[in-house]
């Protein structure tokens, strides 16, 4: 009787625990991802004219895109800072420096002035506070899908593995309701004179709760001594000369949910504002409905991978995001169409797209091989999307802009071939 009594016990201990840990990633992840949609909603709708307004609306469209793309180049250099901080300070102390610098350019780019204000200078200054947020989501990197991996029973690989992943539609839902509310209610004056700044205070705010999330699970464990192989940072020289093939394979592999990803939240924006008569306020409602999908889609992408395999969803992703490919030409007539099946198309392929990739590297480079293959996919599939998207179909029409999803999507099936023969089956 004791001896059952002392086990439930440990069970209840470790539900409890398993619990916690889920909604603090998903909090964690969902403020994440509302820091990161609020910038790239802006940068669609808001920097072209405030930043840019001495040129004609596509070219600083463009710029404002260009300008986006930098937070993403700096991420891998904030990893190597990283890796050096954490060794004096720990992974808490290097993730909270990290907040802090994230939370405290991002509060810089809602006080910035405008062009009209400070000519050159603000554009100038948006780029600096744009790669310094780079440094700070880079620096940030706590490994969280490899805590939730570890300690995922063999059936449940999926669904352990699409939980962080909620934090990407989730977080922009909130901040697509936040610009949809601006644009709303705000006159055209207003939102690009002050109303926008407000987007980015929100940020700041949920930083602080972000934080406290974060350094909450980064003190919870599953009392499994792997935790501690599974976060420490692999020496760099190791790392590359043992798991440079592994390190490249995983990072091509989520190009095509990667390009999606801003093909159906920032482009439609961008496209409809410069060349169509829909409303921005229209686009952000159905992009809310499709968020709301895609939450739906990333869970059932766990559902069937754990019935399947993470392989299956993936190849059935790349096929789905040959069709939306072909539903492009609605981002004019219906946008409905595109936006809202984008987003489906986009929860079912994101929602496998991290956690298939720790599972190829050995324990002791777990955490920095994902953390470098991460960084390395966001700059190749994501960083430039807004801005290819936008050039392709400014320049050649919507047909090329689908074209690039195609290739994103050509691209992981080649990485998941050459992978086939390595990936455990399920």
């Known amino acids: 009787m004791t001896t059952a009594h002392a086990q439930a016990r440990n069970q209840k201990q470790q539900s409890v625990t398993f619990d916690d840990i889920v909604i603090t990633v998903v909090m964690g992840r969902v403020t994440d991802f509302f820091g990161f949609f609020v910038y790239a909603i802006a940068s669609a709708i808001i920097f072209p004219r405030v930043f840019f307004p ?90 969280i899908t490899l805590q939730l991996k570890s300690a ?46 407000f987007a980015f205070f929100a940020v700041m705010a949920v930083n602080v709760v972000s934080l406290f999330a974060r350094l909450r699970l980064m003190t919870t464990t599953f009392g499994d001594d792997e935790d501690e192989t599974l976060l420490k940072s692999a020496p760099l020289a190791d790392l590359v000369r043992d798991q440079s093939k592994t390190i490249v394979l995983s990072a ?50 766990g559902i069937l991978a754990d019935r399947f395999s993470k392989r299956l969803v993936l190849w059935v992703s790349c096929a789905l995001i040959l069709v939306l ?53 966001w700059i190749l599939g994501a960083a430039f999307a807004p801005f290819v998207g936008l050039l392709l179909a400014s320049t050649f029409g919507l047909w090329a802009a689908a074209l690039y999803m195609i290739s994103g999507a050509l691209v992981t099936v080649v990485a998941l071939t050459m992978l086939e023969g390595r990936l455990k089956a399920g």
């Open 54 to 143: 001495f040129l004609d609306p596509l070219p600083a469209t463009l710029w404002s895109f260009a300008i986006f793309s930098l937070a993403f180049l700096a991420r891998p250099l904030a990893s190597g800072l990283g890796r050096i901080i954490q060794r004096k300070i720990g992974r808490p102390g290097k993730v909270t420096l990290a907040l802090m610098i994230l939370g405290t350019s991002t509060v810089g780019i809602g006080l910035l002035p405008s062009y009209e204000t400070a000519g050159i200078a603000a554009p100038i200054l948006l780029a600096v506070l744009r790669f310094v947020q780079g440094i700070g989501l880079g620096g940030a990197w706590d490994g």
């Open 325 to 377: 490919s072909a539903t492009i030409g609605t981002v004019e007539t219906n946008p409905a169409v595109f936006v809202v099946f984008g987003f489906i198309v986009l929860g079912l392929s994101y929602g496998q797209s991290s956690s298939i990739i720790p599972n190829r590297f050995r324990p002791e480079y777990r955490y920095s091989g994902a953390a470098m293959s991460t960084n390395l996919s």
């Open 252 to 301: 091509l592999l989520p190009l095509a949910s990667y390009a999606v990803f801003h093909m159906v939240t920032v482009f439609p924006l961008s496209y409809s504002l410069l060349f169509t008569e829909h409303s921005i306020s229209t686009i952000l409602l159905w992009q809310l409905l499709g968020g709301a999908l895609a939450v739906v889609a990333v869970i059932l992408s």
């Open 152 to 197: 995922a029973p063999d059936d449940r690989q999926g669904r352990y593995g699409m939980i962080a992943q909620l934090g990407g539609p989730i977080g922009f839902c909130v901040a697509a309701a936040l610009f949809f509310v601006l644009t709303g209610f705000l006159t055209p004056e207003e939102l690009y004179g002050y109303g926008w700044r």
